[in-house]
């Protein structure tokens, strides 16, 4: 399954295949849905390589496909 990930207002909305994830008023990552593993990693993923990165002035969409994943 490949997930897309869009952002909604930097470093503190993005949708991931759909669903709202969002800071709660603790600082954490919340959503209200329950993500698959894949939409957990991939999101984790992104969270290192785009949200923590400075360089990055605007957050982008991204998709990520799993490795070993055969499209039929």
Known sequence: MNVEIIPIIDHQEYT?????????QYNNWACRH???NTELNAFR????????????????????????????
Do not use: M
């Open 16 to 24: 991931v295949n759909g669903h709202k994830v969002y800071r709660d």
């Open 34 to 36: 329950d993500l698959s």
């Open 45 to 72: 993923n992104y969270e290192k390589a785009v949200i923590n990165n400075k360089a990055f002035k605007k957050h982008t969409k991204s998709i990520y496909k799993p490795k070993g994943h055969k499209v039929s």
